[in-house]
T-cell receptor, first 116, second 110 residues
Framework: GAVVSQHPSRVICKSGTSVKIECRSLDFQATTMFWYRQFPKQSLMLMATSNEGSKATYEQGVEKDKFLINHASLTLSTLTVTSAHPEDSSFYIC????????????FGEGSWLTVV | ELKVEQNPLFLSMQEGKNYTIYCNYSTTSDRLYWYRQDPGKSLESLFVLLSNGAVKQEGRLMASLDTKARLSTLHITAAVHDLSATYFCAVERNNNDMRFGAGTRLTVKP
């Protein structure tokens, strides 16, 4: 079946640095991908919608200059956390919309970010 | 704005017992999802409910959807320890993103 892969699965970075997380649709093309953030013991919150070839749409309260999203191809979206702070430590999960299977949404395995 | 309310938030069950998790949402939607999440893991898709009256079953779990009441339920039958996890309902919006409920943390005790 369709698979969405995220990389890295775990990353530790120092405060003030930037870190990039990739989301790939492995066997389908995804014109739309979504980025969610999940803090420990909380639910998933949508951060932004990533559209191939255009600017991402950010949810209210999400800083677009801090969380840079690039969707340069039909199989890859990247989330870059710039000037990371400890409060950015979270589980980041992407999902991808597959039009091939009736607009089915597939979730990636998630990426744990720890900022020290 | 679409709101999704899930209850209970915490559920401790004895093995062999039955229970229901409820998911209410505030606006009409085409699709409702149920996911399972184990600690430290991403989401595992359980059910997608597409229409009013839809009922789906997989093993000890059964999900239903009442679009008129804007209510979905996840029923657990004869719970076993392996069902211990956090369960989320999610409602898909028109632009295909999802609003998630707060999650129900289920613990099944022997």
């Amino acid at each position: 079946g369709a698979v969405v892969s995220q990389h890295p699965s775990r990353v530790i970075c120092k405060s003030g640095t930037s870190v990039k997380i990739e989301c790939r649709s492995l066997d389908f093309q995804a014109t739309t991908m979504f980025w969610y953030r999940q803090f420990p013991k909380q639910s998933l919150m949508l951060m932004a919608t990533s559209n191939e070839g255009s600017k991402a749409t950010y949810e209210q309260g999400v800083e677009k200059d801090k969380f840079l999203i690039n969707h340069a191809s039909l199989t890859l979206s990247t989330l870059t956390v710039t000037s990371a702070h400890p409060e950015d430590s979270s589980f980041y999960i992407c999902s991808a919309l597959s039009g091939w299977t009736g607009n089915t949404i597939y979730f990636g395995e998630g990426s744990w970010l720890t900022v020290v | 704005e679409l709101k999704v309310e899930q209850n209970p938030l915490f559920l401790s069950m004895q093995e062999g017992k039955n229970y229901t998790i409820y998911c209410n949402y505030s606006t009409t939607s085409d699709r409702l999802y149920w996911y399972r999440q184990d600690p430290g893991k991403s989401l595992e898709s359980l059910f997608v409910l597409l229409s009013n009256g839809a009922v789906k079953q997989e093993g000890r779990l059964m999900a239903s959807l009442d679009t008129k009441a804007r209510l979905s339920t996840l029923h657990i039958t004869a719970a076993v320890h392996d069902l211990s996890a956090t369960y989320f309902c999610a409602v898909e919006r028109n632009n295909n993103d999802m609003r998630f409920g707060a999650g129900t943390r289920l613990t099944v005790k022997p």
